[in-house]
């Protein structure tokens, strides 16, 4: 039995999809500004510094990645 999406269920996964993007970029922001600050404070790690935020950025988009994906299979259900 399959389920019809209405209009209310594409619109909340519009919404979804939205608030999923809004969270990475507020959360790769925040990471980019305190990396940044990390590197100010103690130069002779920023190798270190850098490689943790660049992974970390990555586990951050790929969430939101799943999270919009998620949201467009349901609006094109």
Do not use: K, Y
Not at 1 to 30: P, S, Y
Not at 33 to 50: H, K, L, Y
């Amino acid at each position: 039995m399959l389920l019809e999406v209405t209009g209310l269920a594409q619109m909340g996964a519009g919404i979804g999809a939205g608030i999923a993007a809004i969270g990475a970029g507020m959360g790769i922001g925040r990471l980019a500004g305190s990396a940044v600050e990390s590197m100010a404070r103690q130069p002779q790690a920023t190798n270190e510094i850098r490689g943790s935020m660049i992974l970390t950025a990555a586990f951050i988009e790929g969430v939101a990645l799943f999270g919009e994906v998620v949201c467009l299979l349901i609006a094109l259900a």
